[in-house]
């Protein structure tokens, strides 16, 4: 990637190449250029330089649409669960937290997995009552582990919506005062390129959050082009670095 110095900031500019074959991905001019161009912001998303239509991931398809409105019934029927990744040291092999992962129980196609409905979640704005659902779990779970004499951190990753919510740090004292637990056992997670979307934003959050006790971390660093002097300004106690 070229980087330009313009009125002293560096900018980087690359290249998304969307592309769609004759006759897999549409026998007409139109439909192939409307699926190469959706296929040019896969790649965008992806970070990938060239991506090929997938109609699967066309979030204007059917099978798009069939999703949205699973999505609405498994937000009234609670079909989401938490499952956890567990973090061990690497000193004492002793599990010291673990990071809340949602997962989609679908009546029809069995688990599904986050990257195939959050962002379709993000978009109608459901995803709103889903961090409220996961961020109260996570939380009442690990109070229960604590009851049970095991004092873990839990992990939860914030999304767009959180971070742009003004109510983040007064919703999540909420939640850890009804269960009683510590904000200092709470770490929340937000990826680089949420953080960036928003970046003063993103450090008034993070910094209510600090104030607060809670532990912040930056997922998926590497990937949204953030710089050390931004971050020195961020009360991040850990990266985690994207693969």
Known sequence: EMVYEVYEHSLYVGVSIGIA????????????????DVAMYMAKRANSGMTVYDVERDEHSVSHLSVL??????????????????????RNSRITGAEALIRWRHPRQGLIMPEEFINVAEQTGLIKRISNWLLDTAIHDCHLL?????????????????????????NITRKLEKWGLPAKYLTLEITERVMMAEPERARQALMELDNMGVQVVIDDFGTGF?????????PVSMLKVDK
Request: net charge negative.
């Open 21 to 36: 074959v004759f006759p897999q991905h549409g026998e007409t001019a139109e439909m192939l250029l409307q699926h190469a």
């Open 226 to 234: 953030s710089s050390l002097v931004y971050l020195k300004q961020l």
């Open 69 to 90: 409105s699973d999505l609405r019934s498994a937000v009234e029927n609670g079909e989401f669960i938490l499952q956890y990744q567990p973090t061990l040291s690497m």
């Open 146 to 170: 604590h009851q049970k004499g095991h004092k873990l951190k839990i992990a939860v990753n914030l999304s767009v919506w959180d971070i742009q919510d003004p109510n983040i740090g007064e």
